[in-house]
């Protein structure tokens, strides 16, 4: 019997539900406020430059999951791109993250890899056994004088906190490397939607079994019409912030336009506290195919996020995971809904872990005839 789903946000993970929902026969409904699809990966074409605009910041795919490739690869082309960051700290521009380039540069040494190693351990405070925070991970695998110049100010700007307030696993998600790598990611496979995200998750979405509804809030009495509701939207939003608010930041984009070529590359980071932005990032440079004279460019700033603002990174301080505990307490008891993606379950999520769980979430529902446990 096929069921009435509602898709409460056409985000990746709205739209990957959706689609798998509407392919096993059910009737799709999907909703957004905004007046776009796409959620915060909503790319548009610049109307001057015609350049690729990655509207609500950068983003690119990578992954290792050949599960989620090979389904973005069947409805975007993927076009070859390498992510390359540089990064500005007193005055001069090294390699990211953090390699033999980066270590050579920065020490004026001429270090092969072995003596990079040993060099870099003889700076790493190895009274930490266990780091726990950002700062303890940063002064045991890198040495005081790295992280000061390339994260401590950085991650002061991004996140509003001392490093010493935050989880280690942030840190993490970047490696230190002993040789010339400046591969932003480690993924086999990695790449940028030809046609942008929006154009691919339009594709995801068109299927005869799915209406797309845009601008449109959802209110929880729009639950009685259906069998089951799939929610993206914020974890507490769901529940009128009755709690109290998660605590997210925000971020905001100062847009300026550029003849030639403004950087060189997509992302420039800046690791100097006193440089109020934390990265510039040049759109055309991340569809290397395209070829463009002007450049649109866009100062990123971060904030914390107020009840107006979109919200980007979920923090998870200590704080924040017992308000969350409470949430998904009440989350749980919702048998009609599932809370999906980053911010219905409230985590930094990459693109493509999003997408397999939403994949993952589709077939739970599918293989248990309609029933799926929630949370
Ligand atoms: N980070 C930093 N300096 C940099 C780049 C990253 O301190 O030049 C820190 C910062 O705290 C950031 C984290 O490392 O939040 C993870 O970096 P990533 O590039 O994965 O951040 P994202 O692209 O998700 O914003």
Redesign the pocket.
């Given at each position: 019997m096929p069921k009435r789903i509602l898709l409460v946000g056409a985000g990746l993970s709205g739209a990957v539900i959706g689609r798998a929902l509407a392919e096993a026969g059910n009737a799709v409904t999907v909703i957004d406020e905004r007046a776009h699809i796409a959620g915060n990966c909503h790319t548009e074409r610049d109307a001057e430059s015609g350049i690729m605009v990655h509207v609500y910041g950068p983003h690119i795919f990578h992954t290792d999951d050949d599960r989620v490739w090979d389904y973005v690869n069947r409805f975007e082309t993927f076009m070859p791109y390498v992510n390359r960051?540089k990064?500005t700290s007193a005055g001069r521009v090294y390699s990211?993250p953090v390699n033999l380039h980066t270590i050579n540069q920065f020490f004026g040494k001429c270090f092969r890899p072995d003596e990079a190693r040993q060099f870099i351990e003889s700076l790493s405070d190895t009274s930490i056994a266990e780091p726990g925070t950002?700062e303890e991970q940063a002064l045991r695998f890198v040495g005081k004088d790295l992280y000061e110049a390339?994260?401590k100010g950085?991650?002061i700007k991004?996140?509003g906190c001392d490093p010493n307030d935050?989880p280690a696993s942030?840190?993490k998600?970047?490696p230190v490397r002993f040789n010339y790598d400046d591969n932003?990611f480690f993924h086999r496979h990695q790449g940028m939607p030809a046609n942008g995200y929006t154009g691919m998750i339009g594709k995801i979405l068109a299927h005869e079994g799915i209406e797309v509804h845009l601008n449109r809030r959802f209110s929880r009495s729009d639950a009685a019409e259906f069998d089951h509701v799939f929610y993206s939207g914020p974890l507490d939003g769901y529940f009128d912030c009755e709690l109290g608010r998660l605590g997210y930041r925000t971020l905001d984009f100062e847009m300026f336009r550029h003849d030639g070529d403004y950087q060189g590359c997509a992302v420039m980071?800046y690791?100097d506290a006193e440089v109020p932005y934390t990265r510039i990032t040049e759109h055309k440079h991340f569809s290397p195919w395209e070829k463009h004279e002007k450049s649109v460019c866009y100062k990123e700033y971060s904030r914390a996020c107020g009840p107006d603002d979109i919200p980007y990174?979920p923090i998870r301080m200590a704080e924040e995971k017992a308000l969350l505990g409470q949430y998904v307490e009440r989350a749980r008891r919702e048998r009609q809904v599932t809370f999906v993606g980053r911010l219905g379950t409230y985590r930094?999520l990459d693109m493509d872990v999003t997408i397999r769980e939403a994949l993952d979430a589709a077939e739970a529902y599918v293989r248990n005839g309609g029933e799926i446990p929630p949370f």
């Open positions: 960051v990064t990211l950002f390339f994260f950085y991650t991004q996140w935050l942030i840190l998600r970047l932003y980071n690791g990174y930094y």
